[in-house]
Nanobody, 123 residues
Framework: QVQLVESGGGSVQAGGSLNLSCTAS????????MGWFRQAPGKEREGVAS???????SYADSVKGRFTISQDSAKNTLYLRMNSLKPEDTATYYC?????????????????WGHGTQVTVSS
């Protein structure tokens, strides 16, 4: 199994930036697919960004152009750079990993999850 721990959340004003990190330990071979997801109060969890096979990157339309996902394999760490934050970005952000493609095409296919880090953006 792989253990995932998110960090870097906090409170910022609209237009500000935050950098999230997700460190993986244990069976890091289970991180072929890695992604960031978020869940706002009263809403379903949604995908934010993902990186598959260390190369293929996808973003949700709502964050495209503002967020950047990256991965440092040597450090077993996934990052999410969030710029131009908006109040609607307020949510708990989760890191997830999956060893098998194409299971990770869908959010439900991810089997390893962190416990989340809170991001709050004020207007």
């Amino acid at each position: 199994q792989v253990q995932l721990v998110e960090s870097g959340g906090g409170s910022v004003q609209a237009g500000g930036s935050l950098n999230l990190s997700c460190t993986a330990s244990g069976s890091t071979s289970s991180t072929y697919c890695m992604g960031w997801f978020r869940q706002a109060p009263g809403k379903e969890r949604e995908g934010v960004a993902s990186i598959v096979g260390g190369g293929t990157i996808s973003y949700a339309d709502s964050v495209k152009g503002r967020f950047t996902i990256s991965q440092d394999s040597a450090k077993n760490t996934l990052y999410l750079r969030m710029n131009s934050l908006k109040p609607e970005d307020t949510a708990t952000y989760y890191c997830a990993a999956e060893s098998t493609f194409p299971k990770c095409i869908r959010m439900k296919g991810y089997t390893n999850w962190g416990h989340g880090t809170q991001v709050t953006v004020s207007s």
